[in-house]
């Protein structure tokens, strides 16, 4: 996926109120962006650290940017969480999740049962495939971990998930690791172990985790490879 205007350096002051963060641009004026991560963003959100913001250009807006990346440490991590949808569907229609190949129509935002919706339904010539997007943006002693905050709603997903596949379709929930520095994937369970009891119970009963590794920069992020889950 890659960025439509070019992204603008700047240094973090505060991230507040979860969905707003003040950014001290180059030219020393002060910013607020628009923040749609709505987790803890544990490790992500120091002030002082490097972002990377992107103008908006959606007419009537109040806030005219949005915060795109952090620098946590040597590394760049994605923190829109409105990107990960579009990763992976735009992933699977070239090929590189090569797990979820094999469908003619993708849906998106897709209604299983009242109040609960799924991200995508793949459809092919086998039947549904129900896929639930997760971003991931904590890194735990080298492992990616989900999720940064309790989860209710995470833990619902799965669920419904769980109901899927027992109905004999295909389910799978995909973690878009939107940094490069992790080797493999694991359940958050010191922070949400609720989630952590339910992803177990779900892998145990035929939903798919895939947890995917991406590359991001200023100019674009881009799924990569699958990593390793431990559980």
């Not at 890659?2 to 991230?15: K, V, W």
């Amino acid at each position: 996926m890659r960025f439509p205007d070019r992204l603008i350096r700047g240094t973090l002051i505060q991230r507040y109120k979860r969905f707003l963060a003040d950014v001290r641009l180059s030219d020393g004026r002060i910013i607020t962006a628009h923040c749609t991560n709505t987790g803890s963003m544990m490790g992500c959100n120091r002030p002082g650290s490097t972002v990377y913001i992107s103008p908006c250009t959606k007419e009537g807006r109040r806030l005219l940017f949005t915060w795109e990346i952090v620098k946590v440490g040597r590394t760049w991590v994605g923190i829109n969480t409105l990107h990960p949808n579009r990763m992976v569907a735009e992933s699977i229609e070239k090929g590189v999740i090569r797990e979820l190949q094999g469908y003619h129509t993708i849906r998106r935002e897709v209604v299983t049962t009242q109040g609960t919706r799924l991200d995508l339904r793949l459809e092919g010539s086998a039947g549904f495939c129900f896929v639930e997007v997760k971003n991931v943006t904590l890194a735990i002693d080298g492992a990616a971990a989900f999720p940064d905050a309790v989860s209710e709603r995470g833990t619902k997903h799965l669920k419904e998930l769980m109901r899927l596949r027992k109905k004999g379709h295909r389910a799978a929930v995909v973690f878009v690791i939107q940094r490069s520095d992790c080797s493999y994937f694991r359940p958050a369970d010191e922070i949400d172990s609720e989630y952590g009891r339910w992803l177990r119970r779900a892998i145990k009963a035929g939903v798919e985790a895939l947890p995917y590794r991406a590359r991001v920069t200023a100019k674009e992020v881009v799924l990569t490879e699958r990593i390793a889950t431990k559980l």
